[in-house]
């Protein structure tokens, strides 16, 4: 018989906040990570107001914010990949 394979099981947050337009995370690796707002376009243009409505979801697995329409992984945060949304381009009006 082979051995059972190790599972690392994924990455979850056990909380989340901001505080001064960065996001921090409290993971079960016992550690907290952080990353500043400015790190997704969406969050960079969002009031204070609504980057304060951060909520855990699946699981503590993502953290979510409703009204501005982003969800992010934490495992990603937990590992530097920040993925950059692509900001919509409004055609201006004609020269």
């Not at 099981?9 to 907290?32: D, F, G, K, M």
């Not at 951060?54 to 953290?63: E, F, S, Y």
């Amino acid at each position: 018989m082979k051995p059972a394979e190790m599972v690392t099981p994924p990455l979850t947050a056990l909380r989340c906040w901001v505080q001064c337009r960065r996001i921090y995370l409290e993971i079960n690796a016992r550690r907290s990570v952080s990353f500043p707002a400015s790190k997704y376009t969406s969050l960079a243009d969002a009031p204070q107001s609504e980057l304060g409505k951060v909520q855990l979801q699946a699981g503590g697995r993502a953290i979510e914010w409703q009204t501005i329409d982003e969800e992010i992984q934490v495992e990603d945060v937990a590992n530097n990949r920040f993925f950059h949304s692509a900001k919509a381009i409004v055609p201006g009006p004609p020269a």
